[in-house]
């Protein structure tokens, strides 16, 4: 006995079918499938979820300790989303759609703030006052032209010290404009604030 759909559930499922096809590369064909319509359900549900988990306070700092000889010179910050059903959500799967998003704009603004704040309180242990922390930045949130300014209102505000903040930046970020990148590290650089690079290769070649 045959399957009776509406014509506007056969046309989403075309949809669904063409979108998979173009990220497979194009000129190809994809045949719907109901995975394919579950996947898009829990991906709109996840990024509902993310966009209210900032205002309701669910993410959270680890701080991973980074050694120097044999001495603790600082710490990275690792994010952590804490779901009220759904416990811990893996950053593998929560920073990609963040970052599709636009979330990572005020996500990582809130990544960074805190970071310093947590930068503050150490200043005032004597045992930690030496710590830097490294704060990964994404793509997304240094391309923003103001993203200068916005490093150094949080700074001021917070009251931390920028020579113990040092942002991570990776491959992806540093082979597109060049110029810009380097106007703006020099500017932070000039500050104080220090940078990480990783996973360099091109990118960091082109900006040596």
């Known amino acids: 006995k045959g399957t009776h759909i509406s014509l506007d559930e056969l046309m989403k499922q075309a949809d669904l079918s063409m979108y998979k096809a173009k990220a497979a590369g194009r000129n190809t064909l994809r045949f719907f499938d109901p995975a394919m319509e579950i996947a898009v359900k829990q991906r709109a549900a996840l990024e509902d979820d993310l966009r209210h988990a900032l205002s309701e306070q669910q993410f959270s700092l680890h701080y991973q300790a980074q050694i120097a000889g044999d001495s603790l010179s600082g710490a990275e910050v690792l994010l952590r989303w804490t779901h009220p059903q759904r416990g811990m959500v893996s950053p593998a799967e929560f920073i990609p759609l963040a970052e599709e998003t636009g979330l990572i704009l005020p996500l990582g603004h809130w990544v960074l703030e805190t970071a310093c704040r947590q930068l503050v309180h150490w200043?005032?242990?004597?045992?930690?006052?030496?710590?830097?922390?490294?704060?990964?930045?994404?793509?997304?949130?240094?391309?923003?032209?103001?993203?200068?300014?916005?490093?150094?209102?949080?700074?001021?505000?917070?009251?931390?010290?920028?020579?113990?903040?040092?942002?991570?930046?990776?491959?992806?970020?540093?082979?597109?404009d060049v110029p810009e990148i380097i106007r703006k590290m020099s500017a932070l650089k000039s500050a104080g604030v220090g940078f990480s690079l990783d996973d360099f290769g091109t990118g960091y070649s082109s900006l040596s």
């Open 123 to 176: 200043a005032d242990r004597q045992e930690m006052s030496q710590l830097s922390v490294a704060v990964n930045v994404s793509a997304h949130q240094f391309r923003q032209k103001d993203f200068v300014e916005q490093v150094l209102d949080v700074l001021q505000r917070t009251g931390a010290r920028p020579g113990r903040l040092k942002l991570e930046l990776t491959e992806s970020l540093l082979v597109q």
